[in-house]
């Protein structure tokens, strides 16, 4: 949550502004590259601030003393280039450079890896705070230094432009909607396991929980298909048939991909359920097509959500997660209670498919009508 806030939680907007404006007008591009950096600086500096500030209440909270207080330093700081480690990544994501973003993100993960067990092995916790730290410092300085000027991106011209406010309200619209989204979709997760706690038990939740990594471990790899692959292209659209093509594209590869992977679960759920779990949990077993089912519902959401903010209708696209996501809370209580864990299944199921059609419902009509205007 103090990632997401100190970030500036920009990584849709960067990455949408860089699409439209990365091969065609440079000079707004760095400008608004310019606007995040200095959104960022004051995101992560306050939240900084205010770490270092009450450092001594922290430390007392979560190490029982205020002994460890670089700790908390190295901690908020480690917070600054996360920022922009993220702001890198949506920016290159942007500009469609598929092979540096992998390599990229193939070079954060597994250095911090190697920084991070190293720091365990030779000072234990402690140790993996200030690596990780270390690399994403290092990481910071090898994309700025390296990987931005094989990309043809001069910081030199983005810190010598000029910032815009029309990309500073732009960003911060992204911003203060995907802040609003993460606490609100967080407080009704955590309240509709509550629920399922109470009605059922700590047991059947956790079973639920289980049956929703093992689907979600398939599914996840179409997020990142869609959000490296066809989000940028959908951002550069410029007529409708295009982005109906794109999206078109995606979602007859995931629902076809999605259910030969499921097929496979299905017919090997026995062993894969007793490799990644124990016997114990084979209960899940019969619970498998109809998660898998809801599971391709809410990718089909997602990518939808995701193209109304990629095209910029940002508060709607707010509205829509925090109404969805308030109906859980109503939706829980009378499915779980009638259903039992299938009820959850069902909840999601019902939420995801309503918000699908909703946001089908914006792009066909809205959307398309506002491309239609801009070739005009």
């Known amino acids: 949550m103090i990632g997401t806030v100190g970030s500036g939680s920009m990584g849709k907007g960067i990455m949408t502004i860089t699409a439209e404006r990365f091969d065609v007008d440079k000079v707004r591009f760095y400008s608004a590259i310019k606007s995040s950096i ?3 600086f004051y995101f992560s500096g306050t939240v900084f601030i205010l770490v270092v500030a009450f450092s001594n209440r922290i430390g007392d909270y979560l190490f029982g003393s205020s002994s460890d207080l670089w700790l ?11 920022s922009f480690n993220s702001m890198y990544i949506s ?12 390599q990229l993100r193939l ?3 597994v250095g911090t890896l190697i920084m991070v067990l190293t720091g365990v092995v030779y000072a234990g916790w402690k140790g993996a705070i200030y690596s990780t730290v270390l690399s994403q410092l290092l990481i910071f300085l090898y994309t700025s230094i390296y990987v931005l000027p094989g990309l043809n991106i001069n910081l030199f011209s983005v810190f010598n432009s000029k910032s815009n406010i029309a990309d500073r309200k732009l960003l911060l ?4 909607v995907t802040v609003i989204s993460t606490i609100v979709i ?3 997760q955590v309240y509709v396991r509550k629920i399922t706690v109470d009605l059922l038990s700590v047991g059947t939740a956790g079973y639920f929980e289980a049956l929703l990594k093992l689907t979600t471990s398939i599914t996840s790899v179409f997020w990142g298909v869609f959000s490296i ?3 940028p292209m959908i951002a550069k659209c410029k007529c409708f048939e295009d982005l109906k093509i794109q999206l078109r594209s995606f979602m007859i590869k995931m629902v076809l991909s999605t259910l030969l992977l499921g097929l496979v679960l299905v017919l090997f759920s026995g062993y894969i359920i007793n490799f990644f779990y124990s016997s114990e949990f084979l209960i899940i077993e019969n619970l498998i097509v109809p998660q898998i089912l809801s599971e391709m519902l809410r990718v089909i959401a997602w990518c939808l959500g995701s193209v ?3 095209r910029k209708y940002v508060f709607m696209f707010g509205m829509l997660d925090v109404v969805f996501s308030l109906s859980l809370i109503f939706l829980v209580s009378y499915f779980v209670e009638s259903f039992g864990i299938l009820g959850r299944i069902y909840i999601q199921s019902i939420s995801s498919g309503i918000y699908a059609l909703v946001c089908f419902f914006i792009i066909w009509v809205r959307i398309r009508k506002d491309i239609s205007k801009s070739l005009l």
Do not use: D, M, P, W
Request: aromatic share 20%; glycine share 2%; with cysteine.
């Open 173 to 176: 619209s992204f911003t203060s």
């Open 308 to 310: 109304i903010i990629t």
């Open 38 to 40: 200095e959104i960022i």
């Open 107 to 109: 070079v954060q993960s």
């Open 229 to 231: 692959h066809y989000l």
């Open 91 to 102: 920016l290159i994501n942007g500009s469609r450079n598929f092979k540096i973003y992998n």
């Open 72 to 82: 908390i330093f190295f901690t908020a700081l480690n917070l600054i280039f996360f």
């Open 186 to 188: 967080s407080i009704c």
